[in-house]
């Protein structure tokens, strides 16, 4: 089963702030993702990513920067934190073959104050 | 892009009893289907992956039904235990195999003595 840690797992600031997300998966997957969790919205997607260097959009990716560094790292960035960024983020990977099922980590929780 | 609805939003469920949890979705092309588990303070667990050619797939303590006419996937606790509380998810594919899920708002399960 794929690896996925996330870090930091919780992570308060202030309005204007900066962050950065961490992700990082040990299975060699190709496929990288960044999605966010709130109540009533369920988890949607904000960023993705097919290898070292590519990153595409997703569904809610406005004030979000994402990197993928490496085909292990995969890092969203936050540079003006607003308090609508309040959230739980996920992170998750997938071997971009045959079924395509994705695997998780344990997530951040962020607070923007 | 694709759609889904899931519902009930919470479901209690005596122990020992049997539950279902019911998605609705759009893309009549879709052919990967996923339901995730969500425990208190982690990340989601995948449950089943099921494929269109098969209507009918059986996991641990569970079932899931494809209805391709109707485009529902349902989810079907047998025997509920406490080990079942949790959030549950379906997913489908967005768009492609590799751009990311679409997730329903989840159900969250509460199984009582």
């Known amino acids: 089963e794929a690896a996925v840690t996330q870090s930091p797992r919780n992570k308060v600031t202030v309005t204007g702030g900066n962050v950065t997300l961490s992700c990082r998966q040990t299975n060699s997957h190709n496929y990288m993702y960044w999605y966010r969790q709130d109540t009533g919205h369920g988890l949607r997607l904000i960023h993705y990513?097919?290898?070292?260097?590519?990153?595409q959009i997703g569904d809610v990716p406005d004030g979000y920067k994402a990197t993928r560094t490496t085909q292990e790292d995969f890092f969203l960035l936050l540079e003006l934190a607003s308090p609508s960024q309040t959230s739980l983020y996920f992170c998750?990977?997938?071997?971009?073959?045959?079924?395509?099922?994705?695997?998780f980590g344990p997530g951040t929780r962020l607070t923007v104050l | 892009g694709e759609q889904v609805e899931q519902r009930p939003p919470h479901l209690s469920v005596r122990e020992g009893d049997s539950a279902v949890i019911i998605c609705t979705y759009t893309?009549?092309?879709?052919?990967?289907f996923f339901w995730y588990k969500q425990e208190p303070g982690a990340g989601l667990q995948l449950l089943m992956k099921?494929?269109?050619?098969?209507e009918i797939n059986e996991g641990q303590g569970f079932t899931v039904l494809l209805n391709k006419k109707d485009k529902q996937l349902s989810l079907n606790l047998t025997a509920a235990h406490p080990g079942d509380s949790a959030v549950y998810f379906c997913?489908?594919?967005?768009?492609?195999?590799?751009?990311?899920?679409?997730f329903g708002l989840g159900t969250r399960v509460s199984v009582f003595p």
């Open positions: 893309d009549p092309n879709s052919y990967y």
């Open positions: 099921v494929f269109s050619s098969t």
């Open positions: 997913a489908v594919p967005r768009n492609n195999y590799a751009q990311g899920l679409t």
């Open positions: 990513s097919y290898g070292a260097g590519n990153l």
């Open positions: 998750a990977s997938s071997d971009g073959t045959g079924v395509y099922e994705q695997y």
